[in-house]
């Protein structure tokens, strides 16, 4: 059974991500303190992100495909602290594997998807982690990133009176023909990523300092979105789409993209005026 070399190779593509070149890794402490016995990590782009991480029969670790529903996990090279004030280090001891598997030394590091991508990583510690299953993994992180810089719509505002001519204490009814829903095919990480991207609130910036108006909106004779001005005076109108979105990764189950994202319309300019009373003589 030759599987000894492709296994190899896949060891070293890994640990090339993770360390990209052989000089001694230059590491800062870990999150939870001083490097200490519980290891450091070169926390720049040497790290893999994976789907989930659990504990392996016999110990150690084995790094899943599976993304975990709750939190986010990546593997970063480990390191023994050898003088903290230059923060050097040197690799940490190979671990033991059967001839079939593949099993390096990481620093685990997890956070919680709900705090966004933005979140500092948490350490569960330096451990013999059996990656030889592991493939690129689209995390529910990075589909938010790519869902936050989708070109998507802006909302086209629409307004009874049309001509943008209001009268005091008249009202202007506003609405949208944006279609609720889009969707997006992007690649991450070379796999198909099918976005579904729906709005979920409609927020009307009125320009008089008046509260926000929500909804959709509709022509006359709907009134949901009717806003009378009291004061004559040019204004702008702004509208406030908030976008949610569902996801799928290469045609697999349906979830839910964590946060959700805005964009706002280019304003609308309304002139508010006030009507002239003209005197007619009823015998004419």
């Not at 230059?26 to 994976?50: E, H, K, N, W």
């Not at 940490?92 to 079939?100: E, R």
């Not at 943008?164 to 990480?189: A, C, E, H, K, S």
Request: net charge negative; with cysteine; hydrophobic share 35%.
């Amino acid at each position: 059974m030759k599987r000894g070399r492709p296994l190899a190779l896949i060891a070293t593509a890994l640990l090339l991500i993770l360390i990209p070149d052989a000089s001694p890794a230059q590491a800062r402490p870990s999150a939870d303190g001083d490097c200490g016995i519980s290891g450091c990590a070169d926390f720049g782009d040497g790290a893999i992100v994976v789907g989930d991480v659990e504990n392996a029969p016999g110990g150690g670790k084995i790094a899943l495909n599976a993304p975990d529903p709750l939190l986010e996990w990546r593997l970063s090279n480990s390191c023994i602290d050898e003088d903290g004030s230059i923060g050097g280090c040197t690799p940490q001891p190979s671990c033991p594997a059967p001839p079939d598997r593949v099993v390096h030394n990481f620093l685990v590091q997890f956070r919680a998807i709900a705090d966004g991508p933005m979140a500092l990583w948490d350490n569960d510690g330096v451990h013999c982690v059996d990656i030889t299953d592991l493939e690129p993994v689209v995390t529910p992180a990075m589909v938010q990133a790519e869902f936050e810089q989708l070109p998507l719509p802006l909302g086209e505002i629409s307004a009874q009176p049309p001509d943008g001519t209001v009268l005091v204490n008249m009202g202007v009814i506003l609405y949208t023909t944006q279609p609720d829903r889009v969707p997006y095919d992007v690649d991450i990480l070379g796999q198909l990523v099918h976005i579904d991207a729906y709005i979920t609130d409609y927020a009307w910036h009125l320009g008089d300092g008046s509260p926000d108006l929500h909804g959709r909106g509709a022509p006359y004779p709907d009134k949901t979105t009717l806003h009378v001005y009291t004061a004559p005076g040019p204004y702008e109108v702004t509208l406030t789409l908030t976008w949610d979105a569902t996801y799928t990764v290469d045609g697999g189950p349906e979830q839910q993209i964590p946060d959700t994202t805005t964009t706002d319309s280019p304003p609308t300019p309304l002139t508010v005026v006030e009507a002239e009373s003209i005197l007619v003589d009823q015998f004419d």
